[in-house]
């Protein structure tokens, strides 16, 4: 039974940073998924891939892992590049790119 402990990111529809700053343990797949044929939902007989624990650091979610002997794997978040962009340098006389309208 190994497990993943992650940090979420920010989803697209979201501006603020609510939920971000958590760590989750979530268990990776024993079996795989299977369709049923008439309804086509997808299902699974592994009922721990259901099982979505939360922490406040990463810390903690290492501990629970060691105490009750689950390997873990850590991924550590991407901090997103962003360039500083201010409104002004649209009307500059410097721009690389030529004004289109």
Known sequence: ???RIYSPAKTA?????NKTGQWVLEYEAETARK???MMGYTSSSDMNSQIKLKFSTLQAAEN???KNNIAYQVFQPNQPRRRQVSYAENFSFNRSLPWTH
């Open 1 to 3: 039974m190994q497990a």
């Open 13 to 17: 529809m979201q501006s603020g940073k």
């Open 35 to 37: 369709v049923e044929s």
């Open 64 to 66: 629970y892992c060691k």
